[in-house]
C-alpha cells in the first residue's frame, strides 16, 4: 500500500460507475482498491482484492487507514422480478451494506467517511413539484415500484444501523447515470434512437431522473471533500425532464428526424421478451439535488442536451470525465 496516497476503497467496484469512479480518483492522484468477486490481478490503475460482498475476509484489511469507502453493490434490477431475481436484488444490497458496517466497526484506524448506494426511485411517483431530500416516500400501484420501495428502505435502513460513530456516513440516492460504459443505459437509447425507434415511451409524462456520470464522479468525490454532509443526498441532476422531452432531444442531437412511439402495452409486451421490468420506464420520477446545490456543488452538465452533446461525442465503454 501506498502511503503518500489518500485510499478510496470501491466495494463492487468493477461495474460502470466503479470504473467511472476509478478512473477519476485514479486521475486526482488517489490509491483504488476495487473490491471484486473477480479480481483482475493484472489491473493498472487500480488495485483489485477479492471479496464475496457477504461475509468477512482478508479484504477487511484495505478498510484500515482508508481514507473513504464506497460500497456500490448490487445485483442490476434490469430483469424480470421473479422470486429468485427479487431475493438476489435485496440481499446482494443488504448484506454487503451489513458486512462492510461490521468491517468498519472493527478497524482500528476506520475509514473516515463510508458513501453506500442507495437510489432516487424510493421517492414516491409524481407529476408533481419535485422531491428533494424531504420528499414523499410511498409506493404507487401505478408505477408498479412496491418492490423497488422495499427494497430501498431496506437498504438505507441496514446502512443506518451500522455501528460506525467514527466514519461519517451518506447514503447516494441517485438518479439514472448516463454515460458510455456497459450497463449504463445512455448507448442502448442512442442505437434505438438512430434506428428510428427513439420516440415516446409510454404516455411520455413521467418524469426522468438522470445525472452524467462526469457529475456522478465529482458529486461523490465533494461528498468526500465536505466533512458537513452526512445522511441522505440525492445524487442527480438538477433539471428531470418528461420522457417526451428527453427522447426529443435526443433525436435532436443524433439528427433524427422522427422516432416510433411506444405504448405502454408495447412496452410490458417487450419488456417480458428483454427479461426486464416497465417500471424501469414508466414511474415518474421527479427528483432534485437539494442539498449538493445548498452545499455550492456546480453541475458541468446542468440540462440533458449538453449531457447528450458530450455523451455523443465519445466511444463506447469511454468512462473519462
Not at 435485496?90 to 451489513?98: G, K, V
Not at 414523499?136 to 400501484?141: A, K, N, S, V, Y
Amino acid at each position: 500500500m501506498n502511503g503518500n496516497r489518500k485510499r478510496i476503497v470501491l466495494a463492487g467496484g468493477s461495474g460502470f460507475l466503479g470504473r467511472a469512479l476509478s478512473i477519476h480518483f485514479s486521475k486526482e492522484g488517489w490509491e483504488v482498491v476495487v473490491l471484486t468477486r473477480s479480481p483482475n490481478t493484472s489491473a493498472r490503475q487500480v488495485r483489485e482484492v477479492a471479496w464475496d460482498a457477504h461475509s468477512a475476509g482478508p479484504w477487511q484489511a484495505e478498510l484500515e487507514g482508508a481514507a473513504a469507502v464506497v460500497n456500490l453493490t448490487g445485483k442490476s434490477v434490469n430483469c424480470r422480478y421473479h422470486a429468485r431475481n427479487r431475493q438476489e436484488i435485496l440481499d446482494s444490497r443488504t448484506y454487503s451494506t451489513r458486512v462492510l458496517g461490521e468491517a468498519i466497526g472493527r478497524c482500528v484506524n476506520p475509514p473516515k467517511v463510508w458513501l453506500n448506494s442507495s437510489t432516487a426511485t424510493i421517492y414516491k411517483h409524481t407529476f408533481g413539484p419535485a422531491w428533494n431530500e424531504d420528499g414523499q416516500i410511498e409506493p404507487t400501484p401505478e408505477a408498479k415500484d412496491v418492490f423497488s420501495l422495499e427494497v430501498a428502505e431496506a437498504w438505507e435502513r441496514v446502512f443506518e444501523e451500522a455501528q460506525t460513530p467514527r466514519t461519517r456516513k451518506v447514503a447516494l440516492r441517485t438518479a439514472m447515470v448516463l454515460g458510455m460504459g456497459k450497463n449504463s443505459v445512455f448507448p442502448m437509447l442512442r442505437r434505438l434512437t438512430r434506428l428510428g425507434l427513439g420516440g415516446t415511451m409510454g404516455t411520455g409524462k413521467q418524469y426522468v431522473s438522470w445525472i452524467h456520470q462526469a457529475d456522478f464522479c465529482c458529486a461523490v468525490e465533494w461528498l468526500l471533500e465536505h466533512n458537513d454532509m452526512e445522511g441522505i443526498v440525492n445524487v442527480t441532476a438538477p433539471n428531470p425532464l418528461p420522457n417526451r422531452e428527453m427522447m426529443k432531444t435526443l433525436r435532436q442531437v443524433c439528427g433524427v428526424p422522427g422516432g416510433l412511439p411506444a405504448a405502454t402495452w408495447m412496452l410490458k409486451f417487450g419488456a417480458f421478451f428483454l427479461r426486464t421490468e416497465t417500471e424501469l420506464i414508466i414511474k415518474s420520477r421527479r427528483v432534485v439535488p437539494g442539498r449538493l446545490l445548498e452545499s455550492g456543488f456546480r453541475f458541468r452538465f446542468p440540462g440533458i442536451r449538453e449531457a447528450f452533446d458530450d455523451l455523443c461525442n465519445r466511444k463506447k465503454g469511454d468512462h473519462a470525465n
